[in-house]
């Protein structure tokens, strides 16, 4: 029933910007903390970025300084904006959500979505 659904990934040149989103939808009563994770081939699922139901957030090393995570609570979306992007950022990029339905706490994933940096 909750779905995430993620989008903006593309291809973009080094140094390029893309903005990232991702939706949930469904019967849900809250959501706590929301992020952002990456996949490389051949690569573990690695944090990139989360964010709290109030606007704090946490980012891994390999994006401080370039990767801005936010969210809109009304819309239930998260948002990463991705400035500077390196070839190493490339990945897929996966949307997840902490949600509360029906009294219980559950994880959630998006489907992922495809980013491409060329140098």
């Known amino acids: 029933q909750v779905q995430l659904v993620a989008s903006g990934g593309g291809l973009v040149q080094a140094g390029g910007s893309l903005r990232l989103s991702c939706a949930a939808s469904g019967n849900i009563f809250s959501i706590n903390v929301m992020g952002w994770y990456r996949q490389a081939p051949g690569k573990q699922r690695d944090l990139v970025a989360t964010?709290?139901?109030?606007?704090?957030?946490n980012y891994a090393d390999s994006v401080k300084g370039r990767f801005t995570i936010s969210r809109d609570n009304a819309k239930n979306t998260v948002y990463l904006q991705m400035n500077s992007l390196k070839p190493e950022d490339t990945a897929v990029y996966y949307c997840?959500?902490?949600?509360?339905?029906?009294?219980?706490?559950?994880?959630?994933w998006g489907q992922g979505t495809q980013v491409t940096v060329s140098s």
């Open positions: 997840n959500g902490n949600i509360l339905q029906h009294g219980v706490r559950r994880d959630y």
């Open positions: 964010i709290t139901s109030k606007g704090s957030a």
